[in-house]
């Protein structure tokens, strides 16, 4: 019953701010971001099912769930956007100069551009075809499952985003925070 209360609070937190239509503000990856940007939805339910399978394996864990940040899923998503269209994977962002790319800006000084708290974590994943195989990567790696563990986050977001022409075509972040 609980598992049945905490989808349906969930999926109408989820509804109430990222609708599949919402559309993308002005976005240029060859820079820094503002903060500003907001990157248009791809798949709603691959978002939905990931943050629906890291708070019921926090609970599973002793932990209390992560309330959703409006926030920290538009960090999310600019950077799998960003690693996507730039084509890369790391945490810290990157920008195209030329035919070339360079570090543009750290991850968490990245994420304050979106989140006014404080960020603690970040998990990226790239080449999973879903959401169930990013969250299982993460779980067996020990640094991304301490993330995932994390008992002082209160808040996250998740970002997916899928760019065909990009090395791993499939791009995941997770982000939490202690607010």
Known sequence: ?????????????????????????SISFNANPSGKERIKVLNHSYEVELLEYINQYRIENGLESLRISKSLIQ????????????NYFEHATHNRNSQSLQRGISTFKRIGRFYDGFANT????????????????????????????????THMGVGYYHNASSKYRNYWVFESAAQ
């Open 1 to 25: 019953m609980k598992s049945v209360q905490f989808f349906i609070v969930l999926s109408i937190l989820l509804m109430s701010f990222s609708s599949p239509h919402e559309g993308p503000v």
């Open 75 to 86: 960090a999310s998503r600019y950077h799998a956007a960003d690693m996507a269209n730039e």
């Open 122 to 153: 970040e998990n990226i994943g790239a080449g999973y075809i879903s959401p169930q195989s990013v969250f299982e990567g993460w779980v067996n790696s020990p640094g991304h499952k301490k993330n995932l563990l994390n008992k002082s986050a």
